[in-house]
T-cell receptor, first 112, second 113 residues
Framework: NAGVTQTPKFRVLKTGQSMTLLCAQDMNHEYMYWYRQDPGMGLRLIHYSVGEGTTAKGEVPDGYNVSRLKKQNFLLGLESAAPSQTSVYFC???????????FGPGTRLTVL | GEDVEQSLFLSVREGDSSVINCTYTDSSSTYLYWYKQEPGAGLQLLTYIFSNMDMKQDQRLTVLLNKKDKHLSLRIADTQTGDSAIYFCAETPSSGGSYIPTFGRGTSLIVHP
């Protein structure tokens, strides 16, 4: 099993450009999450999904959109990137019950 | 809302024990977790404890839970340089049907020779 994979690993954008980050999991998990990690701020939840076709806002959703068209994939979109979105982005998945999360390796995004 | 607090840094000498502390506010927490993040990687679950337990031991790791004070600790015995990482405390509520965990900001453990 590959677990949770993220594409791409690194990306540099100019202000105003758009991009999509892809997260895939092969564990048949119901829940998927997108976090951003900034120095000293820990993990902040951007959006999450509790099942195929559903999404919900987390702590810091502004400037991001998500889609969960297939159970195994969770996409994070930036429509018009801003320097404040420079961060490391982590995807995670989990099942109900014990709820332990499995994390991807992260995407390092720089917006100039 | 729920809150999870941790100290930001801990420095220990190799071979000593490390104790990382965490406090949380949600009294309905079901599971409490410790995750480890090594440089350049995602978080990985280290251990967890169910809210009806007081202690859990797993090799060099000991988790202590004080439900009255809402305090969770992670003790690493015989700390090694490979234990240098960021350790995150997290809790999952049991009320409202939500399984969305709340994370602390992470404690950077620095192990020096």
């Amino acid at each position: 099993n590959a677990g949770v994979t993220q594409t791409p690993k690194f990306r540099v954008l100019k202000t105003g450009q758009s991009m999509t980050l892809l997260c895939a999991q092969d564990m048949n998990h119901e829940y998927m999450y997108w976090y951003r990690q900034d120095p000293g701020m820990g993990l902040r939840l951007i959006h999450y999904s509790v099942g195929e076709g559903t999404t919900a806002k987390g702590e810091v959703p502004d400037g991001y959109n998500v889609s969960r068209l297939k159970k195994q994939n969770f996409l994070l979109g930036l429509e018009s990137a801003a320097p404040s979105q420079t961060s490391v982005y982590f995807c995670a998945s989990s099942n109900r019950g014990r709820g332990e999360q499995f994390f991807g390796p992260g995407t390092r995004l720089t917006v100039l | 809302g729920e809150d999870v607090e941790q100290s930001l840094f801990l420095s220990v000498r190799e071979g000593d024990s490390s104790v990382i502390n965490c406090t949380y506010t949600d009294s309905s927490s079901t599971y409490l977790y410790w995750y480890k993040q090594e440089p350049g990687a995602g978080l990985q679950l280290l251990t967890y404890i169910f809210s009806n337990m007081d202690m859990k031991q797993d090799q060099r790791l000991t988790v202590l839970l004080n439900k009255k004070d809402k305090h969770l600790s992670l003790r690493i015995a015989d700390t090694q340089t490979g234990d240098s990482a960021i350790y995150f405390c997290a809790e999952t509520p049991s009320s409202g049907g939500s399984y969305i965990p709340t994370f602390g900001r992470g404690t950077s453990l620095i192990v020096h020779p």
